[in-house]
């Protein structure tokens, strides 16, 4: 049984904006940005304004941007990494209008690394048969892209309150989205749980990551956009396609929490990917070698640790160069020594960890979710860009493009203010789980529903999630985002043992194949009456 409604108080006080945006990530600021035209706009953010994932991308931004590059070449790409089951309409606007997005973050002044000649430097990481991946500072692409928005943010007129977790969507009573409720734990602003109410919502609270006991996404990364758009009723899409990105320092049998990336910009540049005996073995599996989109190279990795025993694979690069990684990679480099490990004299420990969720909220190709007035965009959304597999660098871009284009909505249908339409949160439903469970729900997802899945760990899964306690837990911050991650948790799990094949980022070793007959489409999942269904539609719109 999944909560319907976060037990939380009445709300002890309340806020008015136009448009509430929940997050701070590249989509969320460019989201307020744009706004700001439509009305008094409010920024909410769980911790600090630069505390999200966008800070710590490091491979970069793609956009055809090179004289031998276009849109359509970048299509292709994409649509070959989401294994046929991209909205071909979305991908085309992610690529089409991707070029020009870029050149206005160069107008806001976030400063990408240039070539010799002034041009801006491209580089290629896996699934780009091109370069066209934009970098700053090496690897610090999203820190400089973060600090630009924030410094463009700084005098624009947007409200922001930090330090706030997003319960839950308040409705008017014609179901429509009417503000948010939020639990607000900084100092020097309204405390407590409270309302604001608005005329639209705006969901860019990013990824899903801290699902699992290793990931590259920050402590902040619990899906709390995901279990709150279920929570509204809203319909949530290809939910089993978690990314785990190929080449995660490796930091020892048991590590958990955030871990360290190692960009695919760095076998971009010409780092191996190698076994404890030295070879290659990326080689011969696919044409682009160690440059095969995520999955490919997840797999890769994944089946050598299984032929050889071993706990980890090594990455390469000692071959670069010390100038290479002291100008190029700074930020991994660091990374690496801090851990005992030295790119430029000895290979990189690596093994796949979980990255990116290639699902989220559904929405259309202007972030307008099943809800009315709920829109979605970046990480917690779905805009069918990705399909089964993210090409890289294309998160950053996505998040970019489909927030202006919510902005371009809302400036023909935000609604007019009505007064008192928010109501207060319902009574609890389903109860919150205890905070200490946390580790418990990280634990399961790790066991059965990582990069490897078969029918019998997925049943474990939710045998095991259905069993966790739930019932008269204090309200607060550690209850909500732990019940959070087991909404999202027991979601994931509905749609992997849905989904009877192996496509891009879902990997079912007991069906290894991939089956365009059966499968070539989204399961959507929703929550009604505390109860999770999931049902298929093909690409042609049927459903089961």
Request: proline share 5%; glycine share 14%.
């Amino acid at each position: 049984m999944i909560p319907s409604v976060l037990h939380a108080p009445a709300p002890g006080w309340t806020s008015d904006a136009d448009i509430v945006v929940i997050g701070s990530g590249i989509a969320g600021l460019v989201a307020a940005l744009r706004c700001r035209p439509h009305g008094r706009v409010l920024l909410v953010t769980k911790a600090l304004l630069d505390a999200g994932s966008t800070r710590w991308a490091q491979g970069g931004i793609a956009a055809a941007l090179a004289p031998d590059d276009t849109p359509e070449e970048h299509l292709a790409d994409t649509l070959t990494a989401g294994v046929g089951i991209c909205d071909e309409d979305a991908v085309r606007a992610l690529v089409t209008e991707g070029p020009d997005a870029v050149r206005g973050l160069i107008d806001l002044g976030t400063a990408f690394d240039r070539s010799g000649g002034g041009d801006i430097a491209l580089t290629r990481e896996g699934g780009h048969h091109r370069r066209r991946i934009a970098h700053a500072g090496g690897d610090a692409t999203g820190a400089e892209i973060s600090r630009a928005l924030l410094a463009e943010l700084k005098d624009s007129g947007v409200e922001v309150i930090e330090h706030a977790l997003v319960l839950d969507l308040l409705k008017d009573a014609a179901g429509r989205a009417a503000g948010v409720t939020l639990h607000v734990m900084g100092e020097g602003q309204p405390g407590g749980v409270g309302a604001v109410r608005a005329r639209a919502v705006v969901l860019a609270t990013g990824g899903l990551g801290q699902v699992f006991s290793a990931t590259t996404n920050p402590e902040v990364s619990t899906g709390d956009g995901v279990a709150l758009a279920l929570r509204a009723g809203a319909e949530v899409t290809d939910l089993e396609f978690v990314q785990f990105h190929p080449t995660v320092l490796w930091l020892g049998e048991g590590a958990t929490g955030q871990q360290p990336l190692i960009s695919e910009a760095v076998r971009g540049e010409g780092a191996h990917l190698i076994d404890h005996a030295g070879v290659r073995f990326m080689t011969g599996r696919h044409e682009l070698a160690e440059l095969a989109p995520r999955d490919v190279v997840a797999k890769g990795i994944m089946n050598r640790m299984r032929e050889t025993g071993a706990s980890h694979m090594l990455l390469d690069g000692r071959h670069l160069g010390a100038a290479t990684w002291e100008t190029r990679f700074p930020t991994i480099l660091a990374a690496c020594r801090h851990h005992g490990i030295d790119p430029v004299t000895e290979p990189i420990p690596v093994v796949p960890a979980a990255h990116y969720a290639s699902g989220g909220v559904r929405t259309d190709l202007y972030g307008r979710t099943s809800v009315p007035g709920l829109y979605a965009c970046g990480e917690v959304a779905c805009t069918g860009v990705h399909g089964a597999n993210r090409l890289a660098s294309n998160s950053l871009l996505e998040g970019l493009v489909f927030a202006a284009r919510i902005a371009a909505a809302l400036s023909e249908e935000l609604p007019a203010p009505l007064a008192n339409t928010a109501a207060p949160p319902g009574p609890e439903q389903g109860g919150l789980l205890e905070p200490g469970l946390r580790g418990e729900v990280q634990r399961i997802m790790t066991s059965y529903v990582g990069v490897l899945r078969q029918a019998g760990g997925l049943e474990a899964a939710a045998r095991e999630l259905e069993g966790l306690g739930r019932g008269s837990v204090e309200p607060g911050v550690e209850a909500w985002e732990v019940t959070n991650l087991y909404t999202v948790a027991s979601a994931i799990v509905a749609a992997a043992r849905r989904r009877e094949e192996t496509r891009g980022s879902h990997w079912r070793e007991d069906y290894p194949e991939r089956a365009d007959g059966t499968w070539r489409g989204h399961l959507v999942t929703r929550l009604a009456g505390n109860v999770l269904t999931t049902t298929y539609e093909s690409l042609e719109g049927k459903r089961s």
